[in-house]
């Protein structure tokens, strides 16, 4: 007999929950505001009332012991006969909610009253919804009698349901773990590095840790990282494995692994989940019954979905498959990928499915642990991102335009809006006064955010109550901003600061290592790993390590004379000199092609030190054909852009440092034969960089390192990665800047970099190179 455990609302959820998908009826109300309320209408009831009632019942099915428990908000009595009180709270109107959520609601209830019932031996009960919409500040009750027996048709049908979905779920788990017990690595050896890789893996999450590791192009990395987890999971009795990445190519690269391993026996459910403006069926992702055929009883296709998908012998579920099925079923094909999700081994997707505070999957973490691992892929990125994801900005510009579109006879709506103007011009003539583009301050805008929240209730209201029209979409962008703005003013501490510029004001987060730390907590291991990850001591600090941390570092798997390092000193790529040192790059270029002819890449700092050079080039008498990365590409012109780069051609490819270019590119052999890397790559200085300057500085930390130089050498490292990615491989790296020669820039340079030379003019690069590729000619 297997034994489960299960809250009532979550089993209410799972089992009767038939509505539509509705992005409308979001509100900033949060959980805390609605336990207060909770307690507050508890207080108010007359007579005996029994506030938080726990209640627990075991059901014996056939296969399985069922432990139900929840705690109901309340009982009393009417007239002599039990009520159960169930309290729901929300910023959205009874009259706006459909039959089904509150059938919903009650379904909850009713598994609640038969427990209470069985335990009184009651003959009927009232089950009553008292719906508290936190606006108005209104109450209306739903209430209605029920017969014991039909409340214990009711549990017994609920209960019976859910056994057939855990019998489900017990069978894919068994037929999952005895394929990982057999499974066997899907070559006939391992790569140099990847099994030691590969037991670095398994032991920091077989003991719950978190390791990082640099582990260098040509190692593996993805069947490295994925094969020793699929082991733990079976070993360890876990649940899931996140394999999280940052663009899509490293995505496809996880997905094609995982393929291979299934075609080598592995039973495990793998499944991709992409954007939803990529998966979208529709024109403009607008999610709600009104305005999308897919988003209108989903839930309740949702179910027959599953049960016809999971009993079939589909176990690959990519971009292309979910969508074959979403169409099939009429079902938002994103929010089906997410739902599929919770059914599957192996969860492919971007960084913020796991750590971004408005998009995660709430459905794993709600009870604060999960039982899963996390792989983070080329987790150099995760710092720039993070950043991101937990900030945020509100436009001022769209509030007025707002402020004038509400028609007059919405006082209370414009008068919140009003003072929220008001105390922002005064904030922003207080930015005029010190004369700055940006007003920073680590002081929480206490008053602000309350107005904003005060607003984001009535602005809920009007959404409900607004007919979408395509013209107006900007009205519900606008809610969704204000949502986050609010989310985000949650978690407003010393790692933030608060800014108003003449456009928007914003929400900085300057250090997300603690909210990352914290998620990686929910899970029983993490394994973030990247090519790139020097000095590991840095990304351990802002990826939120701690002091049980492990480190791990591959040495490069190729041989060290099959990669030439060269320094350009002799050309200062300084801001204030590289100007005229363009005459100076444009001979380099064109020298390092004709000692040896082929694929080459120039990274550039800038768009715009690109144009100055390619303007100063003689393009018409060119020995080689130049192709240009654009400011804005598609994935098309992507695709072209590479495709030139072939064997025996004489391709140059001029790209920006950082750019879509830099990584995630796979050129072998002779498709890229080397890279010249135009400066060190340090970020734009700007106010808002000086501001995480003195934010390290403050800690203690080296400012200028931690905000400049080492985002900078990443992206440095990157591209240099492209060159080498195959032991037959041959190629150069020239650094160009006066600055890679320095000591503090060659002592961050990988190990396998220590032969590299110091060229101080354009005559002993020429040689350098020239002895190089004859080198090269007689080992090939």
Known sequence: MQEKRVAIRELAQFIYRADSLDNRKQSNHTALDGAKIHRRLQKSAEGDYQAELALKITYQGKHWQILLEGRCDGVFVIDGTYCIDEIKTSAVHLEYLTAEELALFFAQAKLYAYIYAKEKQLTEIFVQIRYYQVTDETIEVLRELFQFADLEAFYLATLERYEQWLDLALELKQKRDGSIEQLSFPFPA???????????VYRALTHEKQLFTEAPTGTGKTLSTLFPALKALQNQQINSIFYLTAKTV??????????????????????EINAKEKICFQEKCICN???????????????????????????????????????KHQLCPFEFSLDLSQWCDVIVADYNYLFDPQVYLRRFFEGGTFDGYALVDESHNLIHRAREMYSTSLSVE???????????????????????????????????KQQVNELFTTDFPESLVFKCYQWSEYFADYILEFNQQTDEEWILLLYFDLLHF??????????????????RIHFYCLDPAWFLNDKMKQLKGTVLFSATFSPIDYYQQLLGGNEDSLTYRLPSPFAQEHLQILVADYIKMDYQNRQSSIP?????????????????????????????????????????????????????????????????????????????FSEGIDLKGEKLIGSIILSVGIPQINDQQEELKKYFIKKGLPGYDYTYRL????????????????????????????????????????????????CHHLAALKSELQQFWNKAYIHK
């Open 190 to 200: 391992f790569r140099q590095g990847q099994r030691e890789l590969a037991g670095q």
């Open 250 to 271: 490293t995505r496809q690269v996880a997905m094609n692994s995982l393929a291979l391993l299934q075609k080598n026996g592995l039973q495990a459910r793998v499944v």
């Open 289 to 327: 019954p009104d305005a999308c055929p897919f988003a209108k009883n989903y839930f309740q296709k949702r179910s027959e979905a599953l049960w016809e998908l999971l009993n079939g012998e589909t176990l690959y579920f990519d971009q292309t498959t979910i969508q074959a099925i979403a169409q």
């Open 398 to 432: 769209w509030i007025e335009r707002f402020y004038q579109y509400l028609p007059k006879s919405a006082k209370k709506h414009r008068s919140v809006i009003q003072r929220i103007l008001d105390e922002l011009t005064l904030l922003d003539s207080t930015r005029q």
């Open 486 to 503: 609010l989310k985000i003013a949650e978690y407003f501490d010393d790692t933030y600061l608060f800014s108003i510029d003449d456009r």
């Open 584 to 660: 100076e790059i444009c001979q380099l270029i064109i020298q390092t092609f004709e000692a040896k002819r082929g694929n080459y890449m120039v990274f550039f700092p800038s768009f715009r030190f690109m144009d100055e050079v390619i303007q100063a080039l003689p393009i018409d008498q060119l020995p080689f054909d130049l192709f240009i990365q654009e400011r804005q590409m598609t994935a098309e012109a992507k695709e072209e852009f590479l495709a030139a780069f072939q064997p025996n051609r004489a391709v140059v490819g001029f790209c920006v440092l950082g750019g879509m």
């Open 711 to 758: 985002p900078g050498l990443n992206k440095v490292l990157q591209a240099a990665g492209r060159v080498i990615r195959s032991e037959e491989d041959y190629g150069v790296v020239i650094l160009v800047d006066h600055r890679f020669a320095s000591q503090t820039y060659m002592r961050q340079f990988p190990s396998h970099w220590a032969h590299g030379r110091v």
